[in-house]
């Protein structure tokens, strides 16, 4: 039986290092709310309500709530008990330049040699055992080529294996490791907004996680798009 409906989460992070601002946030707050479709079943977007903020130990804790089922992550004030399905997680973060968006394909290890702005560095062999790389299981280069076909030819979107071995790939590594524990498909993308402070640059941005979040959900394998 085909489903009614896909959730996607989204989160973004928080002011950092030099920058007294994060485009990510402010992409993440722009994505509609739910993502209508003729003659598909509706997505809708769960935004992580709170800007993540770069400290090693916070970020540890919160991969696993991420995951968790609990509805109370996404929404502080819900009391429903009713575990939550999430079919997709995009994490947005801001790399440091002007004009490209990133889709990330890989997360690594580490290692992860700067410290996070509490001045404190992730504890060694907190993710020893784990695997020195992980993979999105979606064909990444395939989504960029239709993510680029939903938006302006004038704004560029490209594919990447190296998201900087800081806080963006540390989340993506995160939750890809989660779901690579429990044997699940890698169903975790990770864009990177440019630095560009401007209202047409968060509109861009806005445009290209729509596009983005539509692409994953019609990327799924079948076995994730019917009912239980």
């Known amino acids: 039986m085909k489903r009614k409906s896909f959730t996607v989460a989204v989160t973004g992070f928080g002011p950092y290092r030099e920058y007294d601002y994060n485009n990510s946030s402010a992409v993440r707050d722009g994505i509609p709310n739910q993502i209508i479709r003729k003659g598909q079943p509706p997505i809708n977007i769960l935004k992580y309500p709170h800007d993540i903020n ?5 970020l540890l804790q919160l991969a696993p709530e991420l995951w968790s ?3 109370s992550v996404y929404d502080p004030g819900s009391v429903s008990t009713k575990p939550l399905e999430i079919d997709v997680i995009i ?4 790399h440091p330049e002007d004009d490209v968006w ?8 580490g290692k992860y040699e700067q410290p996070g702005d509490d001045g404190k560095y992730l ?4 993710l020893k055992g784990q695997p020195e790389k992980l993979y999105v299981d979606f064909d990444v280069e395939d989504i960029a080529a239709r993510v680029r076909g939903r938006i302006p030819d004038d704004i560029t979107v490209q594919t990447s294996n190296d998201a900087g071995l800081y806080f963006c790939e540390l989340i993506s590594y995160l939750s890809l490791a989660i779901l690579d524990k429990r044997k699940e498909f890698g169903r975790v993308v990770f864009l990177h907004v440019p630095k560009l402070r401007s ?3 968060i509109k861009r941005g806005i445009k290209i996680a729509t596009a ?12 994730l798009k019917q009912v239980g």
Do not use: N, Q, W
């Open 54 to 58: 770069c400290i090693y130990t916070e």
């Open 69 to 71: 089922g609990k509805r």
């Open 91 to 94: 994490h947005i973060g801001m």
């Open 102 to 109: 990133f889709l990330e394909k890989r997360a690594r290890r």
């Open 123 to 126: 504890a060694r062999d907190v």
């Open 199 to 201: 209202e047409e640059s």
């Open 212 to 223: 983005l979040i539509t692409e994953c959900v019609d990327s799924l394998p079948g076995d």
